[in-house]
């Protein structure tokens, strides 16, 4: 390696991107394409980043089998932060082995947490906890231990454990200090932010309030019946009724939940669970099966009893009983949830990570925007959706430096 591409690549490693360009802006050859397409992503240019590290990956020789896995690697992280979840993932894995084979763990350790840092967006959160346990971050340089650490974070949060959110959140810290990079620190802090801001909202006795990640894990492990509207589930401290294939199931248990300690008149539950403006006798009957089928379903968490205007609902084991809701709903409420993380998403990722039909969520998105709720950038594939204000993509790569060659 010549001595502007080694100080290229240090730069890189340092966080440096202007640095690293100006060693290697006018050169074309393989290893300067590479180092100039890291550089283009870490200053958000993911677009010109990408053709780079392609044009790097065709560039190297077919003896550079590690070169070119290192470009696969930096152009599957590209994919990720620019929500490209349609990117393939079977050349991710396949690299990793290259550079697993080759003995570069550190690059391959990176690949993996890439495809950790996948699964955990699209909530396969088994595979993406089991993945995570076969890495081991301590030969890892600071730059990714900080990253293997935020994404153990990420999956805490998402498991409601805050703890073990918090404390891989401070061995990131001490990681990204190590590593002395700036945009990496500023990354930890957007991660910490989330145990400390508005989670979900709590629906009990008529009151209404946010409440952030630990109080949630607190109202779980709590003597509370909670209704969890975030993953259409009934649950108290002991057991779980997954609901979310059974909506009319669901809505009912929320309107009678929402509502307790009072009752609820027949003509609510059936405008809720029904959509329906006036009930007819057909209704009230329909109501009678769905009350009798969330009666069994329930047994044991709660019962369910009939008034004189209609249903109540009263809590078994628990004391309480609690709906725990979305800070954001409405028919579109999922799609802005994901769009609330201030990244850019193509329709395409968006439909993967919420299980929906591409046309689907384009309607989704296209009310949405028709609303002002959302904007979009870009045409064609290129099209990103956003949550306004418009921001631009993200600066912060966990990208390895040097990636063309030792």
């Given at each position: 390696?010549?001595?502007?591409?080694?100080?290229?690549?240090?730069?890189?490693?340092?966080?440096?991107?202007?640095?690293?360009?100006?060693r290697?802006?006018?050169?074309?050859?393989?290893?300067a394409?590479?180092?100039?397409?890291?550089?283009?992503?870490?200053?958000?240019?993911?677009?010109?980043?990408?053709?780079?590290l392609?044009?790097?990956?065709?560039?190297?020789g077919?003896?550079?089998?590690?070169?070119?896995?290192?470009?696969?690697?930096?152009?599957?992280?590209?994919?990720?932060?620019?929500?490209?979840?349609?990117?393939?993932?079977?050349?991710?894995e396949?690299?990793?082995?290259?550079?697993?084979?080759?003995?570069?763990?550190?690059?391959?350790?990176?690949?993996?947490?890439?495809?950790?840092?996948?699964?955990?967006?699209i909530?396969?959160?088994?595979?993406?906890?089991?993945?995570?346990?076969?890495?081991?971050?301590?030969?890892?340089?600071?730059?990714?231990?900080?990253?293997?650490?935020?994404?153990?974070?990420?999956?805490?949060v998402?498991?409601?454990?805050?703890?073990?959110?918090?404390?891989?959140?401070?061995?990131?810290?001490?990681?990204?200090?190590?590593?002395?990079?700036?945009?990496?620190?500023?990354?930890?802090?957007?991660?910490?932010?989330?145990?400390?801001?508005?989670?979900?909202?709590?629906?009990?006795?008529?009151?209404?309030?946010?409440?952030?990640?630990?109080?949630?894990?607190?109202?779980?492990?709590?003597?509370?019946?909670?209704?969890?509207?975030?993953?259409?589930?009934?649950?108290?401290?002991?057991?779980?009724?997954?609901l979310?294939s059974?909506?009319?199931?669901?809505?009912?248990?929320?309107?009678?939940?929402?509502?307790?300690?009072?009752?609820?008149?027949?003509?609510?539950?059936i405008?809720?669970?029904?959509?329906?403006?006036?009930?007819d006798?057909?209704?009230?009957?329909?109501?009678?099966?769905?009350?009798?089928?969330?009666?069994?379903?329930?047994?044991?968490?709660?019962?369910?009893?009939?008034?004189?205007?209609?249903f109540?609902?009263?809590?078994?084991?628990?004391?309480?009983?609690?709906?725990?809701?979305?800070?954001?709903?409405?028919?579109?409420?999922?799609?802005?949830?994901?769009?609330?993380?201030?990244?850019?998403?193509?329709?395409?990722?968006?439909?993967?990570?919420?299980?929906?039909?591409?046309?689907?969520?384009?309607?989704a998105?296209?009310?949405?925007?028709?609303?002002?709720k959302?904007?979009a950038?870009?045409?064609?594939?290129?099209?990103?959706?956003?949550?306004?204000?418009?921001?631009?993509?993200?600066?912060?790569?966990?990208?390895?430096?040097?990636?063309?060659?030792?």
């Open positions: 390696m010549d001595s502007l591409i080694t100080a290229a690549a240090l730069a890189l490693a340092s966080g440096d991107a202007l640095g690293a360009l100006k290697v802006a006018l050169r074309d050859d393989a290893p394409l590479a180092l100039r397409g890291i550089a283009m992503a870490q200053l958000g240019d993911l677009v010109r980043a990408k053709a780079l392609k044009s790097a990956a065709r560039a190297f077919p003896r550079e089998a590690v070169a070119r896995a290192r470009c696969v690697v930096a152009e599957a992280e590209i994919a990720l932060v620019s929500r490209d979840l349609t990117w393939p993932v079977k050349a991710l396949a690299a990793r082995k290259v550079l697993e084979a080759h003995g570069d763990r550190v690059n391959a350790a990176h690949a993996g947490n890439v495809a950790v840092r996948r699964l955990v967006l909530g396969r959160l088994d595979e993406a906890e089991q993945a995570l346990g076969r890495l081991d971050p301590t030969p890892l340089p600071p730059a990714l231990r900080a990253a293997h650490e935020l994404v153990a974070s990420g999956i805490a998402r498991r409601l454990k805050t703890e073990a959110a918090r404390a891989a959140i401070d061995r990131a810290r001490i990681a990204a200090r190590q590593a002395d990079i700036p945009a990496l620190s500023a990354e930890v802090e957007t991660a910490a932010h989330v145990l400390d801001a508005p989670a979900a909202r709590v629906i009990s006795r008529g009151d209404e309030r946010p409440l952030l990640l630990g109080q949630v894990e607190a109202l779980f492990s709590g003597g509370t019946l909670v209704v969890d509207a975030c993953r259409h589930v009934v649950r108290d401290a002991g057991a779980v009724v997954p979310a059974r909506p009319v199931l669901f809505a009912l248990a929320r309107t009678l939940a929402e509502a307790w300690p009072a009752d609820v008149a027949r003509g609510t539950l405008a809720r669970a029904f959509r329906g403006k006036h009930a006798e057909s209704h009230r009957a329909r109501l009678r099966v769905e009350i009798g089928r969330l009666r069994a379903a329930l047994a044991g968490l709660a019962e369910v009893s009939a008034t004189k205007r209609g109540t609902l009263s809590p078994g084991r628990a004391g309480d009983i609690a709906v725990l809701a979305p800070l954001m709903e409405g028919p579109h409420g999922a799609v802005l949830a994901f769009l609330a993380d201030g990244e850019a998403w193509s329709s395409s990722a968006l439909s993967i990570a919420l299980g929906a039909s591409p046309r689907t969520v384009q309607r998105l296209d009310s949405l925007a028709g609303e002002g959302v904007q950038i870009g045409r064609g594939r290129a099209r990103r959706w956003l949550s306004p204000p418009l921001s631009f993509f993200p600066t912060i790569l966990l990208l390895p430096g040097p990636l063309p060659s030792d």
